[in-house]
Every structure is written in structure tokens, then in C-alpha cells.
């Protein structure tokens, strides 16, 4: 196999990946996987090593100073590569599992909530006004949830229908309740048992706020309509993705201007957001498969 299909192997859908994702990240990863393919290294461990980097690399937005956040900033590129390695590992090994991909979302929200935090408290400790700079700060974080949750949302339903797989909230979760069975009469596994639990209660919920797919019965020319009504705004809901808006951050960090970065997410990204919501009901509107 050639390096570039091998590569292509390594990935997702390419009309779900964001762009920074595949000309920058990925191969960054995809070269470190090749580096360690032949080692011990488990997917879950480059997670948890991911983990530690992000989390080291947010400690630095606390000092509040220019060094600090470049250093800041390098780490948190380290982070998103190791990121992306430990999926491609997983996919080129065929050694993924339930708990590593509840682990490898994790890592997002634990790295993404911890960098908000020591950004606040970061900024806030040379402001004048510290609780103006905290709502600043939330603001921005709840807006970056918020497009997290519409992305996930809308790449998932566009996956579910285009491509032969379980609807993520029904048939797909199966697999993660199998899983917590079989190690629930098991002594130990803790932690596993808890991400687990916690990952089906979340989608339990997440199930029943928001429509679902269904998907029986539907034509190969349906699945091509559905696919050729979406492959564009699906497109552009990728650049509210994590690696984006990570991205976001990092230049303006190395710019200085970490307050650029939220007031960006909050007047651009949340409006982007907007436009694609309403673009999305528009397309939404049109004849689609049953139960979108």
C-alpha cells in the first residue's frame, strides 16, 4: 500500500474533515504514526498524552504574558496532532474501542474548558475589570459548545445517511451498551465502567431533544439526493469544528491578542452559525428521505 492511500486510509469521510485537519494536522499525525506504528503505544495512551499536553499548554495562558502564550500555543498544536494521531492509529491497527472513543471526546472538552478557565483567569488578573472579562470569556465558551453541538449534531445525521452505518443515537450505541455489559459483571474497570454509563446517558438524552435518522428503507438514490443536497453545507459546518476554532485561538495567541480570539467567536462565529442554521432549514425543506 502507498503511503497516500495509506494515509486516505487513516482518515474519516473527507467531506466531514476540516481543512486544517487535512492540510496540517493530520499529516503531522499520520507521520508520528508511522514513527510509532511498530511500538506498544495504544491509542488510549496518545489520548492520555494528548490529554496531559493540552492541559500543560492551557497553564500557560495563566502567566499572561506573550512567551507564555506562544509556548502556550506550540503545546497546543502538539495537542491537536496527537489527537488526530490517536484515531489514526486506531483505524490503521483496527484496535479502536467504545471506552477509547468515549476517552478521545473527552480529551476535547476537558482540553477546551480547561483553556477557557486559565484564559479567564489569566486576562482577568490584569484587568481592570475582572467580571466584565469573565463574562467575556463564558460567553465565548458557551458559543464555542454551541457550535461544537451543531457541528456534531449535523456531521453526524450527514454520516448516517450517506454512508452503510448504525444512526449514531440508535443502532450505533449498541455496541457501546454490549461493551459496558460485558464488563459490568466484571471486578475493577472503574473508570471504564463510568465513561461508559455516562456516555449512554448523555446520548439518551441527546436522543431525545433531537431528531432521529431512520433510515430503513432507503433507496441508493436517496442516500445520492440527501448527499448531493448537503456535501456543501456540510463543508462549511466544518469550520465551526474544534480544529478551527483551536486554530483561532492559537494565531492569536502568538499575536498577543487572546481577546480578539473571543470577541471573533462570539460576533463572527455565532453569526457564521446563524446563517448556516437558516441555510440549513432552507435545504432541510427540500424533498429529503423520510425521518430528517
Same mark, same amino acid.
Given at each position: @500500500?502507498?503511503?497516500?492511500?495509506?494515509?486516505?486510509?487513516?482518515?474519516?469521510?473527507?467531506?466531514?474533515?476540516?481543512?486544517?485537519?487535512?492540510?496540517?494536522?493530520?499529516?503531522?499525525?499520520?507521520?508520528?504514526?508511522?514513527?510509532?506504528?511498530?511500538?506498544?503505544?495504544?491509542?488510549?495512551?496518545?489520548?492520555?498524552?494528548?490529554?496531559?499536553? &493540552?492541559?500543560? &499548554?492551557?497553564?500557560?495562558?495563566?502567566?499572561?504574558?506573550?512567551?507564555?502564550?506562544?509556548?502556550?500555543?506550540?503545546?497546543?498544536?502538539?495537542?491537536?496532532?496527537?489527537?488526530?494521531?490517536?484515531?489514526?492509529?486506531?483505524?490503521?491497527?483496527?484496535?479502536?474501542?467504545?471506552?477509547?472513543?468515549?476517552?478521545? &471526546?473527552?480529551?476535547?472538552?476537558?482540553?477546551?474548558?480547561?483553556?477557557?478557565?486559565?484564559?479567564?483567569?489569566?486576562? !482577568? !488578573?490584569?484587568?481592570?475589570?475582572?467580571? !466584565?472579562?469573565?463574562?467575556?470569556?463564558?460567553?465565548?465558551?458557551?458559543?464555542?459548545?454551541?457550535?461544537?453541538?451543531?457541528?456534531?449534531?449535523?456531521?453526524?445525521?450527514?454520516?448516517? @445517511?450517506?454512508?452503510?452505518?448504525?444512526?449514531?443515537?440508535?443502532?450505533?450505541?449498541?455496541?457501546?451498551?454490549?461493551?459496558?455489559?460485558?464488563?459490568?459483571?466484571?471486578? #475493577?474497570?472503574?473508570?471504564?465502567?463510568?465513561?461508559?454509563?455516562?456516555?449512554?446517558?448523555?446520548?439518551?438524552?441527546?436522543?431525545?431533544?433531537?431528531?432521529?435518522?431512520?433510515?430503513?428503507?432507503? %433507496?441508493?438514490?436517496?442516500?445520492?439526493?440527501?448527499?448531493?443536497?448537503?456535501?456543501?453545507?456540510?463543508?462549511?459546518?466544518?469550520?465551526?469544528?474544534?480544529?478551527?476554532?483551536? %486554530?483561532?485561538?492559537?494565531?492569536?495567541?502568538?499575536?498577543?491578542?487572546?481577546?480578539?480570539?473571543?470577541? &471573533?467567536?462570539?460576533?463572527? #462565529?455565532? !453569526?457564521?452559525?446563524?446563517?448556516?442554521?437558516?441555510?440549513?432549514?432552507?435545504?432541510?425543506?427540500?424533498?429529503?428521505?423520510?425521518?430528517?
Amino acid at each position: @500500500m502507498s503511503l497516500l492511500k495509506e494515509y486516505k486510509s487513516s482518515l474519516k469521510s473527507i467531506e466531514i474533515e476540516e481543512v486544517l485537519d487535512l492540510v496540517f494536522y493530520r499529516p503531522l499525525a499520520f507521520l508520528f504514526v508511522k514513527l510509532i506504528y511498530r511500538t506498544s503505544l495504544t491509542p488510549n495512551q496518545i489520548t492520555l498524552l494528548a490529554m496531559i499536553v &493540552g492541559l500543560i &499548554g492551557g497553564v500557560f495562558f495563566i502567566l499572561n504574558t506573550h512567551t507564555a502564550f506562544i509556548i502556550a500555543g506550540f503545546l497546543l498544536i502538539a495537542y491537536d496532532v496527537l489527537d488526530c494521531a490517536d484515531g489514526m492509529l486506531a483505524r490503521l491497527k483496527r484496535n479502536g474501542s467504545p471506552v477509547g472513543r468515549i476517552l478521545d &471526546g473527552m480529551a476535547d472538552y476537558v482540553v477546551t474548558i480547561f483553556a477557557y478557565i486559565t484564559i479567564g483567569i489569566g486576562l !482577568s !488578573s490584569q484587568s481592570e475589570n475582572a467580571l !466584565s472579562t469573565w463574562v467575556l470569556v463564558v460567553t465565548a465558551g458557551i458559543s464555542n459548545a454551541f457550535h461544537a453541538i451543531s457541528l456534531d449534531y449535523y456531521r453526524n445525521r450527514f454520516m448516517d @445517511m450517506t454512508q452503510d452505518r448504525p444512526a449514531v443515537l440508535t443502532d450505533g450505541l449498541e455496541e457501546f451498551r454490549d461493551e459496558y455489559e460485558k464488563i459490568k459483571i466484571k471486578r #475493577g474497570y472503574y473508570f471504564q465502567k463510568f465513561l461508559l454509563k455516562a456516555y449512554l446517558r448523555y446520548s439518551s438524552v441527546q436522543g431525545s431533544v433531537t431528531s432521529e435518522n431512520n433510515k430503513s428503507g432507503l %433507496s441508493e438514490q436517496e442516500k445520492q439526493d440527501y448527499y448531493n443536497n448537503n456535501k456543501k453545507i456540510i463543508h462549511f459546518w466544518t469550520y465551526l469544528g474544534p480544529t478551527t476554532q483551536l %486554530s483561532f485561538m492559537i494565531v492569536c495567541a502568538f499575536l498577543n491578542r487572546l481577546d480578539i480570539y473571543l470577541w &471573533g467567536l462570539i460576533l463572527i #462565529g455565532n !453569526s457564521y452559525a446563524l446563517i448556516l442554521f437558516f441555510t440549513q432549514k432552507f435545504i432541510d425543506k427540500k424533498p429529503l428521505p423520510e425521518g430528517i
